[in-house]
């Protein structure tokens, strides 16, 4: 059996870790698809503000912890500590 590179471990883990990306990432058009579907027979009289965040709170809180962790990727693993202490990135960090 081949041992595998460092190279080929880290590469392995990329792939791996955006795939779980891009599946939590369909997850939240399954959510909208499905929640798309009950507010139509839900509120078939109309919808309010009030009504959109009832009705598709699943994908607003999924879409929020995706972007959350997209943002911990970033943070960590993307982007350099030099460009993280620009005052730009941070204020883009800080409204996020």
């Known amino acids: ?10 590469l392995l883990y990329r792939a791996f870790k955006y795939f779980v990306y891009g599946l939590l990432t369909l997850n939240i058009g399954l959510f909208f698809q499905e929640e798309s579907l009950a507010t139509q027979q839900t509120f078939s009289q109309g919808i309010t503000l009030e ?17 959350l962790l997209l943002l911990f990727e970033l943070e960590t693993a ?9 005052p730009r990135v941070k204020i883009s960090f800080a409204l996020i």
């Open 78 to 86: 993307v982007l350099q500590p030099n460009t993280l202490s620009k």
């Open 51 to 67: 009504d959109i965040i009832q009705g598709f709170a699943a994908t607003i809180d999924t879409a929020a912890w995706v972007l």
């Open 1 to 10: 059996m081949k041992a595998f590179s460092s190279v080929q471990l880290d």
